[in-house]
């Protein structure tokens, strides 16, 4: 098992330590192994933004592996009077924490803690950059339904691609374990450089998904935008959402991801979301194995 200080994004992770998460997640997920790696220490998880699945994952994990977990959030804390993250990381890591989980509305915030403090720091997601552990349980989701054959897998991303950082992070690590990316959304939602990175682009969804095997629907992020990058809800369903219809037209076996929380109705149907097809609560569920590989890595 590959030992690292932190988790700080997907970018420049080697395929083969990714593969070895993946394979570690799966014991866990697989009851075939039970370890408390985590007995006596403690997890600080540091929430700025909201969080229902990533917080209570890594909660659940940490106590899985028997750690004692610290929840802290803006709300209640001194980080309301003005207390930088800097600060608040040094003194939660002062408590004697081993390792800080830290969601941040920044980009690059968690790297900016890991360089502050001696404890290992897991990027729970900061700002548009990177939320590595959600593209590990992701890809894990899929390796575990394609039995560990990814590649030359098509792998539809659709919708916000601009202001997603799981969109940032399932492409590096998608890529390095050998799917095939097709990034879909209107045209103010889909950054440049992507074609670059040997994904293909387009702003047609009936084109993205043709021969999918997989389709990941991504959130309208309402809070990160500043202008209105689509006309109205209406026609971004009718344009970029998996209806019905369209899920209908899907490969028998093509499945459909979520990283949640799911706009019903807008990038995706409620009856696609809750269908024969979606993976999403498995993808939660899968979420406590590979956070407790995460952790573990880290540790
Ligand atoms: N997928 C995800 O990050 O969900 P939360 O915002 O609920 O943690």
Redesign the pocket.
Known sequence: MTTRRHLLGIEGLPGAEIEQLLARAHQYREGHVGGRHLVGRVVANVFYE??????SSFEVAAAGLGAHVLNWTVSGSSASKGETLVDTAKNIAALGVSIIVVRHQSSGAAALVARSVGCAVINA?DGQHE?PS?ALLDAYTLWRRWGGAMAGKRVAIVGDILHSR?ARSNLHCLKALGAHLVFCGPPTMLPPGLAELGAEVTTELDTALDGADAVMMLRIQRERQSDALFPTTAEYHARWGLTNERAAALKPEAVVLH???VNRGLELSPEVADGQRSLILEQVENGVAVRKAVLEAVS
């Not at 909201?50 to 917080?55: A, D, I, L, N, V």
Request: net charge positive.
């Open positions: 909201p969080s229902t699945r990533t917080r997601g939320h959600q799981v990283p949640g929380p």
